[in-house]
């Protein structure tokens, strides 16, 4: 962004038309030169001069995309708006190359009951405690394990866990563990034998993605909307049963039929798309339909409502809602916290046969990776003498230690980092192809540094040094 604007290289048509705060931006910027940049990033102030010139060049078919995993040292809305601020700066939203705005969609709504008021509030903070993490959204993990650990603001009896792998996804798993050991109940939902169900007061057997109905997939944010809908190609298997039905069946039972008023998954889906003159059997037929987006400025009506759906109508590069929080309404920058003498900084990620913890199990995609590897830079391996393919142990600075893990020294990684595929390591002794093979990224996330604005767990505030094989230090 300094680069940008000191060299008046960004779009400043389309910034003067549909953004608010280019004057305080502009200030602020001044102090982040490429030359400030470069002992932070290892990317030389040429490069990153190089990088901004080759952006301006292109523009408006830019689009600097966060990725799907973004919360990383707690000041993840801040980098997360940078990002998104740059994004303006080179007029990439709504126009072609860009990014897309969403088309809005007819959808045919359900009515329900209103949902009861908790005069105590959501336990996870969302709304709240976190003031810009959205209710409506699947609530954040890691408030309600503090929320069950401490009862506050109110005693927690039980958990109903689906979907989610809750001993592989939730950083601090010792804290996870202890929550679960609080409560009166826990029921577990889920596809395969994995470690919650250990400690499970009942296992609901959902049916596999191949066996049963998914709500509609809507997707309003794609250049042409579609409609999506998943449906059993056989039926479940054994005694597990659909989602949508075990959702319905807990509700009756429980004296909240009202809240699923309808029949079963084509009576939902029909009444979902009726607006949109979809016929059922055609939907079901091709699997999607698309309709005629609007995901450009150009092509926007007066039903499509404001181009950007801020307080101001703009992008608003200078936040007025986070400076009335109290919070800072220009990103700032944050250094992070150093590896200490010995140790580097643990990180992780995907890979593209697997899908999170949820595959190694799975005999095709196993064979492909049946278990992980850690990478470290190849002069860190020499300096600590371990070898390509080497068996070690990796042990953080809470005294936490893996399972044995193949090392893979390389150049394509910093050499203050450690990275992993998450996933594997797996405790659940039914997952016959994947228990104990590789290491789990979790077993090694002890400290957690939480985004005061939305309440996101940054978990690459961890650092693991070097065992051998047998638990000795290299």
């Known amino acids: 962004m300094n680069v940008l604007i000191s060299e008046n290289l960004y779009d400043n048509e389309y910034i003067s038309q549909y953004a608010t705060g280019m004057k305080e931006l502009e200030e602020h910027v001044k102090q982040f030169p490429p030359e400030w940049a470069e002992p932070i990033t290892e990317i030389s102030a040429a490069q990153i001069r190089d990088t901004a010139h080759a952006m301006a060049e292109a523009k408006p078919a830019v689009a600097i995309h966060p990725g799907r995993h973004v919360t990383w040292y707690g000041d993840d809305t801040q980098r997360a708006r940078a990002m998104a601020i740059l994004t303006a700066l080179l007029g990439a939203y709504g126009r072609k190359g860009g990014m897309f705005l969403p088309t809005k969609v007819k959808q045919g709504r359900i009515p329900l009951p209103s949902f009861p008021e908790s005069e105590r509030g959501r336990a996870d903070g969302a709304g709240s405690k976190y003031p810009l993490a959205t209710e409506e959204s699947q609530g954040l993990t890691q408030g309600l394990v503090q929320a069950t650990l401490t009862a506050n603001p109110y005693p927690i009896k039980g958990w109903v866990v689906y979907g989610q792998s809750v001993l592989e996804s939730i950083p601090q798993r010792q804290n996870t563990l202890k929550a679960i050991e609080q409560l009166e109940f826990m029921a577990v939902v889920d596809v395969l034998p994995v470690e919650q169900v250990n400690y499970a007061d009942i296992v609901l057997p959902e049916a596999t ?20 809908v998943r449906q059993p190609a056989i039926e479940p298997l054994y005694e597990s049963k659909p989602g949508w039905w075990i959702a319905k069946q807990m509700a009756s039972r429980l004296g909240l039929s009202d809240y699923f008023p309808w029949k079963d998954p084509d009576d939902h889906l029909s009444r979902l798309i009726q607006p949109l003159g979809i ?4 939907l079901k037929s091709l699997g999607a339909v698309a309709f005629d987006g609007h995901p450009y400025i150009d092509d926007r009506t007066e039903a499509d409502g404001p181009v950007f759906p801020t307080q101001s109508g703009k992008i608003e590069l200078f936040s007025s809602v986070l400076k009335d929080l109290k919070f800072d309404p220009l990103p ?3 250094a992070v916290e150093p590896p200490p003498q010995g140790y580097l900084r643990l990180i992780y990620g995907r890979a593209p046969m697997h899908s999170f913890s949820r595959s190694e199990n799975n005999s095709w995609l196993n064979d492909l990776m049946p278990e992980n590897q850690v990478w470290v830079h190849t002069q860190i391996a020499a300096k600590f003498g371990v070898q390509d393919g080497q068996r070690i142990i990796l042990e953080n600075q809470d005294g936490a230690k893996s399972l044995p893990i193949a090392v893979r020294a390389t150049e394509a990684i910093r050499s203050d980092c450690a990275y992993m595929v998450h996933g594997f390591g797996a405790q659940g002794q039914g997952l016959t192809k994947a228990y104990k093979k590789g290491a789990s990224d979790t077993q090694l996330i002890t400290r957690v540094a939480i985004d005061p604005i939305m309440g996101a767990t940054g978990m690459r505030v961890n650092f693991v040094r070097v065992l051998s094989a047998d638990g000795e230090r290299s």
């Open 209 to 228: 993605y191949l066996e049963r109905y998914d709500p509609p997939h809507i997707v309003t944010t794609a250049k042409r909307p579609y409609v999506a």
């Open 279 to 282: 016929n059922l059997a055609e």
């Open 332 to 334: 700032q920058f944050t």
